[in-house]
């Protein structure tokens, strides 16, 4: 049997209708007929392994998706694989990120050995800022911000890429596992900032002035929920947070108000993964039993929800408002092209 027919019949096994559901009040509705999110590509990548991350580089023309055993796998806007590459001496690889260092484009890697891994097609440089593991790096700005299990965030500001030149120090210490890293730049200064989650539930929030990182600026804490943070992003205006956990809620939390709200919650013993937003306000995300769902930020409606996998979905993004993809712990990835559409005054019509 071949590939093709093979991934056809997995998809096929999966035939699990989208729904959309209310979650206030609890009731349900169907979307019109024909009008259905479809899965426009399946693509295999199990020789690879598990799927930790997906990232968009800034011009949206390439996607790179990092695996658990420290593959890197670069695609083009179709999904051709452009170019795969190992990580050396990685032993377990956490997060892949883009980032731009003096007008120059890298992947930025995250990996068991302490290291923030810098590469692109002509270098790799594994910056060491960590005894132990880093679970997430972002370059913003010429600074280098990396997370680890041991608690610990590190900030380096990286004037130069010659190792024994850069200088890091702590940002923050608290205790359990750094797990993830958030950016927001706005041209309101007030909603730009960076933030770090823990495993306790706990979130430290930094204020950027003038785009830079003050290290001796204390950071806004917030501790909405006790459970392990497993996934968060800032709203592309910097207003609220998206925070998804280990127990499955996702909460939006107002950064104004510090008013918070759930917006869904996973069946019971679904870890929530991963998510996205796009730029009309719909998030997307991912559990441990193969779900993908939708929801409205505005109206708190899910708006479409589907199990495309057997095993858990690890990472979702979002290529554009109406294309969002999603990848597997078999290492399989799927496009899928949503039915619905958000106008500007934010109320779902169907796709014609």
């Known amino acids: 049997m071949t590939q093709l027919k093979k991934i056809f019949l997995y998809q096929k096994t999966l035939g699990i209708a989208f729904t959309t559901a209310l979650i206030l009040g609890g009731t349900q509705s169907s979307l019109p007929e024909n009008q259905n999110s479809v899965i426009e590509k399946t693509i295999d990548l199990s020789q690879y392994g598990t799927a930790a991350s997906l990232d968009i580089n800034s011009t949206r023309e390439k996607i790179v998706i990092g695996f658990t055993g420290c593959d890197l796998v670069v695609l083009d806007q179709e999904l051709n694989q452009q170019k795969n590459s190992k990580i050396e ?11 731009i260092l003096d007008n120059q484009e890298f992947v930025i890697s995250s990996i068991y050995t302490g290291e923030s891994v810098l590469s692109d097609s002509q270098q790799s440089i594994a910056i060491p800022l960590h005894t132990a593991a880093v679970t997430d790096s972002l370059v ?10 041991d608690g610990s965030v590190q900030v ?17 210490q608290s205790i359990g596992v750094a797990r993830n890293l ?13 933030a770090v989650s823990y495993d306790s539930g706990e979130i430290a929030i930094f204020p950027l002035k003038d785009g830079s990182l003050n290290p001796t600026t204390a950071p806004n804490i917030i501790h909405p929920i006790r459970s392990r943070v497993n996934t968060f992003d800032f709203t592309p205006d910097g207003s609220k947070l998206l925070i998804g956990y280990f127990t499955g809620e996702l909460l939006e939390f107002d950064l104004t108000t510090n008013n918070s709200r759930v917006l869904a919650q996973t069946p019971a013993n679904a870890w ?15 559990d441990d039993q193969g779900y993908v769902k ?20 690890t990472t979702v993004l979002f290529i554009d408002d109406r294309t969002l993809l999603a990848a597997d712990a078999q290492g399989i990835l799927y496009q899928i092209r949503l ?8 109320h779902e019509t169907p796709e014609n």
């Not at 001496?89 to 956490?94: A, G, H, I």
């Not at 913003?140 to 997370?147: H, K, P």
């Not at 039915?339 to 934010?346: L, P």
């Open 89 to 99: 001496n990685c032993k377990r690889f956490f997060k892949a990120r883009y980032g």
């Open 140 to 149: 913003f700005q010429n600074y280098l911000l990396s997370s680890s299990d």
């Open 156 to 172: 380096a500001h990286l004037s130069t890429l010659n190792l024994s030149d850069i200088k890091s120090q702590s940002l923050y």
């Open 182 to 194: 958030a950016y927001t730049m706005t041209e309101d200064e007030e909603r730009s900032m960076i």
């Open 272 to 286: 929530l993964n991963s998510l996205d937003i796009n730029n009309q306000d719909i998030v997307a995300f991912g």
């Open 294 to 313: 939708t929801v409205s930020l505005q109206t708190g409606q899910i708006l479409e929800e589907r199990q495309i996998s057997t095993t858990g979905i």
């Open 339 to 346: 039915a619905f559409n958000v106008q500007a005054n934010h």
